[in-house]
């Protein structure tokens, strides 16, 4: 069956530390990739999205995600946190020809001033 | 504000009982989709109905059902209530399908006592 495994469920950093969420997606066939964030009290929104060419993209307020195929990887990076990037990211995964998306279970993320 | 609106914003009602929760998708937007979050399974994509038409099927409990008004807005009708059925209901639209950006709306809450 397709998944996705986000392997940190609570991450706790201060301001101006790097950040790197791992998301980890079993299915062997084409696949487009997501990273969606939930602010406190929002609805979710995309941060980025892989669907082809570069592996590496960039997305909004900082974020980028590297897709390494070999590894069935999609990690989420920021060099430096700020105290607003509290929220849940979700990592999610809509295999080719389909529009469903399959979420990971979410990383709770906290920065501290 | 994604676009999308869900109502209600809560909804507490008892076991056994039928409850209907109603999603309007973006203006443009042909594609509805159903997720259910709740602390033991997560985001769980429900169904998908585009332009009327039922696309795709998740994990969406025979008791559940919805449909796609000729409007474009969708109800999620969810009957024989449980327990284990409280969790958060989001809708999300697209403008088509694979490969759009899926906005999410702010979510119905739903406590079954």
């Known amino acids: ?113 | 504000d994604s676009g999308v609106t869900q109502t209600p914003k809560h909804l507490i009602t008892a076991t056994g009982q039928r409850v209907t929760l109603r999603c309007s998708p973006r203006s443009g937007d042909l594609s509805v989709y159903w997720y259910q979050q709740s602390l033991d399974q997560g985001l769980q994509f429900l169904i998908q109905y585009y332009n009327g038409e039922e696309r795709a099927k998740g994990n969406i409990l025979e008791r559940f059902s919805a449909q796609q008004f000729p409007d474009l807005h969708s109800e999620l009708n969810l009957s024989s209530l449980e327990l284990g059925d409280s969790a958060l209901y989001f809708c999300a639209s697209s403008v088509s399908g694979q490969g759009y950006e899926q906005y999410f709306g702010p979510g119905t809450r739903l406590t079954v006592t």
């Open chain 1, 1 to 113: 069956a397709q998944s996705v495994s986000q392997h940190n469920h609570h991450v706790i950093l201060s301001e101006a530390a790097s950040l790197e969420l791992g998301c980890n997606y079993s299915y062997g066939g084409t696949v487009n990739l997501f990273w969606y964030v939930q602010y406190p009290g929002q609805h979710l929104q995309l941060l980025l999205k892989y669907f082809s060419g570069d592996p590496l993209v960039k997305g909004i307020k900082g974020f980028e995600a590297e897709f390494i195929k070999s590894k069935f990887s999609f990690n989420l990076r920021k060099p430096s946190v700020q105290w607003s990037d509290t929220a849940e990211y979700f990592c999610a995964v809509s295999p080719y020809n389909t529009d469903k998306l399959i979420f990971g279970t979410g990383t709770r993320l906290q920065v501290f001033p």
